[in-house]
């Protein structure tokens, strides 16, 4: 697996390539304590700064833990086409109802009673830190080069990963 650190507009990209094909992430918060609190969460845009936006309900247990600590990490796994993505950042939660119907969609009734539900809230997480695997063969090439790895000793190229300064 080759190194590919990425800068800047390049990084934020990669962010928003990975983390809306993934779309599914586990959010984790209360880092300074044990155990973590990690909750799924749908990724609902990223946006042209990078900053990952999600629904959630006011009274959720994520959403108090934001409110005592900021910091939070993003962990997406798309382990069908083998895309990885960690973000570290920080979260804020964004109560502008224009923000929050921007971002919803009819898949967002399943947690909400429409987009005027008075209890959804927006998460808002700015990158400070991310890191990327990024395989660009399918699962099968890439188990097919783990083996000929495995067997011959030669290096094979898997992928990318590098740290995204965004």
């Known amino acids: 697996m080759s190194t590919k ?3 800047d507009d390049k990084a934020r990209e990669k962010i928003k390539e990975l983390a809306e094909n993934v779309d599914f992430c586990m959010l984790v918060t209360n880092m300074d304590e044990k155990p973590l609190s990690a909750v799924p969460m749908s990724t ?13 309900k006011n009274d959720s247990d994520h959403n108090r833990d934001i409110e005592k600590d900021k ?3 993003l962990l997406y796994s798309g382990t069908s086409d083998m895309e990885f993505l960690s973000v570290y950042g920080e979260a804020f939660i964004e109560t502008n109802r224009d ?12 947690w909400f009673d ?6 959804i809230t927006a998460i808002k997480v700015n990158p400070k830190e991310a890191y990327y695997w990024d395989n660009k063969d399918s699962k099968m ?9 495995a067997v011959t000793g030669d290096d094979q190229d898997i992928g990318e990963k590098g740290k995204l300064n965004v």
């Open 5 to 7: 650190n990425l800068y």
């Open 44 to 56: 609902k845009e990223v946006d042209d700064h990078g900053a990952v936006w999600f629904l959630s």
């Open 71 to 73: 910091d939070v990490q």
């Open 99 to 110: 923000v929050i119907k921007e971002l919803y969609s009819k898949a967002d009734n399943a």
């Open 114 to 119: 429409g987009d005027d539900d008075p209890s």
């Open 141 to 149: 090439v890439t188990l097919f080069k783990l083996g000929m790895a």
